[in-house]
């Protein structure tokens, strides 16, 4: 967790770094400089556009993989939660069924009881 973080921090300074003060910087220097020549205004736009691109790249990367980290997470939470709830169900099931085994072998005992005693005849329709 603490390096994506960092992670974050760097990237975020990069990209403030590269899109920011990069194209400022180079503005104040194309409007101070007393000789201006073409190589100077081409490199400065050239440098301009990349830094604004590298910003823009950036962005439209980094920001999707950060929230893609944070639904995995959370999906991976509700995942478990759902394997929790699914393993209570099971158990509860389990112990349903070994009750109602009970309860079915008692009620034997019960049939054959009373088949001994006399008092239990078939009806059948």
């Known amino acids: 967790m603490k390096t994506r ?3 974050a921090v760097i990237v975020l300074c990069i990209v403030f770094a590269s899109g920011i003060l990069v194209p400022y910087l180079t503005f104040k ?5 007393t000789e201006r020549n ?3 205004l081409i490199a400065s736009t050239i440098i301009i556009v ?3 691109g590298v910003m823009v790249a950036c962005i439209t990367i980094i920001i999707p993989y950060f929230l893609k980290q944070t639904e995995s997470r959370e999906a991976k939470i509700v995942a478990e939660s759902k394997r929790e709830r699914l393993l209570i169900y099971k158990a509860r099931q389990r112990a349903m069924l070994e009750l109602l085994d009970e309860i079915a072998s008692i009620l034997r005992e019960i049939r054959d009881l ?4 006399g008092g239990y005849e078939q009806e059948r329709v």
């Open 5 to 7: 973080i960092v992670l």
């Open 29 to 33: 220097h194309l409007l101070l400089d």
């Open 38 to 40: 073409i190589g100077t």
């Open 50 to 52: 990349t830094s604004l």
């Open 114 to 117: 009373l088949k001994r005693a």
